[in-house]
């Protein structure tokens, strides 16, 4: 059975492992931390949030990853680094397998719904409004 | 006005449809994409079959916040009603749940909680037969 302190302790484990720094927690470290080995943290973790605690460290990562491609102007290699990939294509291999398309897809289709810091693009400015502000043709 | 859904939130639709119908026994009712995620309904097998349990996304932080808050206090987010509660929680266990509270009698039913592996504690109660009023 899983008791009060251990479902405690496990939330600040996924708590962890969803950390995305400089150096992100290994599940080893994070096993330690629990006093437990490395097998059976991975095994009760599973058990309980039903994906491996390293499944649920590289959905964390796709979730920033996604904030920032909608948010921000970086690109999507400063992203790929920014969310702890070293291989811009092994990030976008793994987003593209967790999101269904790839981080440039997304970001196209994301933008549509939201509004991102900044002037609106010429091209989406009609050529009337284009005049009227001064911007040219 | 009638109550025909009930909505929990979950870590991963995907995931919690296969945990609400390969472990728990419910029938997927709709399921209609919708964006990046999807609408998506659970019926019971033992149930009436308009009553429709939504698995809902917990993409909104609001959602998140409030699901892992519960959770980490121990609370379930929702009750199922079983006929056998012991017999369901050995049955659940054989298939690898994992359980905060063995069946214990409370009042007029026996409860037990178990994981539901897309971040909620769900109640299982089996209510007790009233006891037969005297003569």
């Known amino acids: 059975m899983l008791h009060k302190d251990m479902l405690v302790r496990l939330c600040q484990a996924r708590g962890m492992m969803r950390e995305i720094g400089e150096r992100d927690p290994s599940v080893l470290e994070v096993a330690t931390q629990l006093g437990m080995s490395q097998y059976h943290f991975i095994r009760l973790f599973r058990a309980v949030f039903g994906e491996t605690p390293k499944q649920c460290q590289v959905r964390a990562r796709m979730e920033k990853a996604k904030q920032l491609l909608m948010l921000t102007e970086a690109s999507v290699t400063d992203i790929c680094m920014e969310v702890g990939f070293s291989s811009l294509g092994t990030f976008s291999t793994v987003f593209a397998r967790r999101v269904g398309v790839a981080p440039s897809s997304f970001r196209e289709s994301a933008r549509v719904m939201v509004r991102v810091p900044g002037h609106v693009p010429k091209e989406l400015i009609p050529g009337c409004f284009s005049l009227m502000c001064g911007q040219g043709g | ?135």
């Open chain 2, 1 to 135: 006005m009638r109550i025909k859904l009930n909505s929990i939130f979950v870590e991963d639709q995907d995931r919690a449809l296969q945990f609400y119908t390969e472990v728990l026994g419910f029938r997927k009712s709709k399921d209609v994409p919708v964006g990046e995620y999807k609408w998506l309904t659970v019926v019971s097998p033992d149930g009436p079959p308009d009553v429709e349990l939504v698995l809902e996304p917990n993409s909104n932080p609001a959602a998140k916040a409030f699901q892992e808050s519960i959770f980490e206090q121990g609370i379930p987010l929702t009750a199922f009603e079983v006929d056998d509660i012991h017999a369901e929680v050995r049955r659940l266990k054989g298939r690898g749940v994992m359980f905060t509270m063995e069946p214990t009698q409370t009042g007029p039913v026996i409860i037990a909680i178990l994981a539901d592996t897309c971040g909620n504690l769900i109640q299982l109660y089996q209510p007790q037969p009233e006891a037969p009023s005297p003569a």
